[in-house]
């Protein structure tokens, strides 16, 4: 019999393309989520998986969904991320990343990004020039999937004061609950689409408690941790407490498609200056 969960995912079970989710089922991998209430009602916009429901149900309990500054490392060609939601409500904030982008933001409107390859020696240095003329202080979420030196990435911003309200660091799940492991420091690092990458769930789940956070969620597929500033700990007192039962195990089968394909022109609308998405054109 399916659990409330299964019955969610079972469209993804009967596609003709999830035999992997079908494998995951039947080997009991798939981690009853509707114990947290942060992932118990799975919501996708524009993310991975269901990380934008987590975060929306996150920064409704501070008290902060509306309005805010988000700053985004890692952003592919910044189609699918954890911060478009965001900018589609009204945020504004800061993109970093390696790739080009397949829109280009509007000319002073909400999002700034510039291009670049992300090492100890200039994280801080880019990252708070592309938050100008705003500062470190004015950050209510961070978002890091650089896909290896996300740890010493992470770390290296909570050393230099970066306190969001809340973090969104992947996690590489092919280590269990309760590992302690690091991908060692290589600024030339590239990923090779294989398990050598970043650090363990557990490892990220000690840095952010030591730095006076607490994790409350992880993304569906098991690719993101979430934690939130120890100042919202009563705001959270249904959350599980204990990391096993936040971890998510690896499910990196495809996930199903909501809606159409992203626009370059949706995309760079949501980046107007004002809540109002409309397209620039040129027309008189």
Known sequence: MLTPLKWRLRPWLLSADSRDARVADA???????????????PRKFWSQADEDGILEGILERIGHLDSGVFLELGVGNGSENNTLALLARGWKGGWLGGEKLCFQPQAGGRLQFRRSWLTLENVIDETRSVLQPLSFADCDVVSVDLDGNDFHIVNRLLEAGLRPKVWVAEYNSAFPCGAHWTMPYDAAHKWSRDDYYGASFSSFSDLFRSSSYFPVACSAQGANLFAVRDDYLTEFADVPKDDRDLFQPGLYFSLPKWGHRPSTLTLQSLTAPNRHHTRSSNKT
């Open 27 to 41: 080997l009991g991998l798939l981690a009853e989520r509707s114990n947290n209430p942060l992932t118990a009602k």
